[in-house]
């Protein structure tokens, strides 16, 4: 959540602006959501429509690859070991 004096990106449960000290409002932050999430929106449509391929931030989906990734490189690599144990 954002503040709205100051602009500092808070914590979702958070009842008072780390930097500034601003008390923040439930209503203020859904707007922030919002108009974050339309930002969002306008810049992967923008992306899709010029071709560009360039990434600025990581979602929870690029995240669930990378650990999907990393999980099934270390499966093999677990098999690999048990393999050459068993055949040494």
């Known amino acids: ?7 500092e990106e808070n914590p979702d ?5 780390r930097n500034c000290g601003e008390r923040l409002k439930e209503e203020e932050v859904k707007k ?4 974050e999430n339309t930002i969002d ?3 992967t449509n923008q ?7 360039s ?7 690029d995240d669930s690859n990378l650990m999907s990734c990393c ?8 098999v690999f070991a048990i393999i ?5």
């Not at 959540?1 to 602009?7: H, L, T």
């Not at 922030?32 to 108009?35: D, H, K, N, R």
């Not at 992306?47 to 391929?53: A, C, I, L, R, V």
């Open 47 to 53: 992306q899709s429509t010029t071709g560009t391929s």
């Open 71 to 78: 999980l099934c490189i270390i499966v093999v690599f677990i």
């Open 41 to 43: 929106t306008n810049h």
């Open 13 to 17: 449960n958070a009842v008072f602006c």
């Open 32 to 35: 922030a959501e919002v108009i």
């Open 1 to 7: 959540m954002f503040c709205r004096k100051c602009g």
């Open 84 to 88: 050459g144990a068993i055949f040494r």
């Open 55 to 61: 990434t600025t931030s990581t979602s929870n989906n």
